[in-house]
């Protein structure tokens, strides 16, 4: 009995073992392999959330380098330490007043 496909052209292609070769190799580099494309794009995505989160960092250290100059005048620091930790001289009196809905956190 023969095959009634057999003189087709895709039957020919698929019959063909480099064709096959060629399928399995495609597969095993795009799914199986330690350097699979899927690894490859999850490495990427990796990459690039890394380099957005060290610009990031390289501009807060920038923010506080220049925060840290500032700090090296007296007057500064004076000034830091009363907003950031509510401290005062001694003949001062000081009293916060916070508003239903401020943003500032208690920590």
Do not use: C
Not at 1 to 6: A, D, E, G, R, S
Not at 38 to 64: A, P, V
């Amino acid at each position: 009995m023969t095959n009634p496909y057999k003189d087709k052209s895709w039957f020919k292609f698929l019959s063909n073992k480099y064709v096959w070769v060629l399928l399995f190799f495609i597969v095993w580099m795009v799914f199986l392999d330690n350097y699979s494309y899927f690894d490859h794009r999850f490495l990427d995505n990796q990459i690039n959330e890394l380099q957005d989160n060290k610009t990031y960092y390289q501009e807060e250290i920038k923010k506080d380098q220049e925060q840290i100059k500032e700090l090296k005048n007296p007057e500064q620091i004076e000034k830091y330490a009363r907003e950031k930790y509510f401290m005062k001289k001694d003949s001062e009196d000081i009293y916060i007043i916070e508003f239903e809905g401020d943003t500032i956190k208690k920590k």
